[in-house]
């Protein structure tokens, strides 16, 4: 990470945003659910995960050390900066003054960078319950950290469905990214469902059997949605319309690769920006403010 000319807190915080704005759209628009004073947070926390993606997978022809080294210093240099209260960091002055204001547990940030080195060795999980190993760093930490910004009325209550909406939401992701995930080399898919199935991803190819294992795993994912919804009432009201804007549009990706017949190879299932928008104002008008 180059960090170029100094910026102000707020510059860095519009730098996060628009990280978000352009990669992250579904918990851009939900964020709008929430208070404005409590946006720029959300924000930074996705802009940290997004930065330390792109080292894993958008560094173009570099070495596996070299992701691996530079993911490390990336790591260090977050650590350092929390401990002494402040980072000059383009990027990570924003997550640094967020990870203070809230209190963060930082091992929630040591579990993501740990599950995000294991991206450049792992190319693909025995069963569900290894799955779940890296998921835990990649996807339920995610609702670890938006907890406290969310104001939950009992966190030890909220931290169960927080966790399963992260789990539903990689898992959605991972059944849409199926054929990119494959081009990098990697399968997310459990190999014993594959087995179970009779499934190959690597021919690409919507089959009876592909289809069966979908439904498989379209049906993990509702389950997951539908145990992290217990969780909205206890969260305040901005918070619970944050989280139900966000659970209903990542829930209708799930339906968009149904509607594709599950076919992720050829097409990449996604929510239209005009359905978000009318989510967000349909779901969460209050907090537009």
Known sequence: MSAGAAVTLDESYARCRELNRRHG????????ALPR?????VWALYAFCRYADDIVDDM???????????LCDFGDRFFVDVARGRSSDPILMAVVDTVLRYGHDLDC????LRSMAMDLT???????DDLLVYMDGSAAVIGEMMLPILGPTDPAAALGPARDLGFAFQLTNFLR?????LDRGRVYLPQKDLARFGADPARRVVDDSWVELMRFECSRARALYVSAADGIPRLPPASARCVRTALVLYA????????????VFRHRA?????????TVARTSLPGLR
């Open 177 to 181: 990214d199926v054929g990119e995930d």
């Open 37 to 41: 004073a409590s946006r720029p947070h």
């Open 122 to 128: 792992v190319a693909a999980y025995a069963t569900w």
């Open 270 to 278: 996604r929510v239209p920006t005009w359905r978000k928008v009318a």
């Open 25 to 32: 759209t579904t918990y851009y628009w939900s964020a709008y």
């Open 109 to 112: 940030f040591r579990r993501f």
């Open 60 to 70: 173009g022809d570099v070495t596996i050390a070299a992701r691996e080294e530079a």
């Open 252 to 263: 209708g990706i799930i339906t968009a690769i149904e509607d594709a017949g599950y076919d």
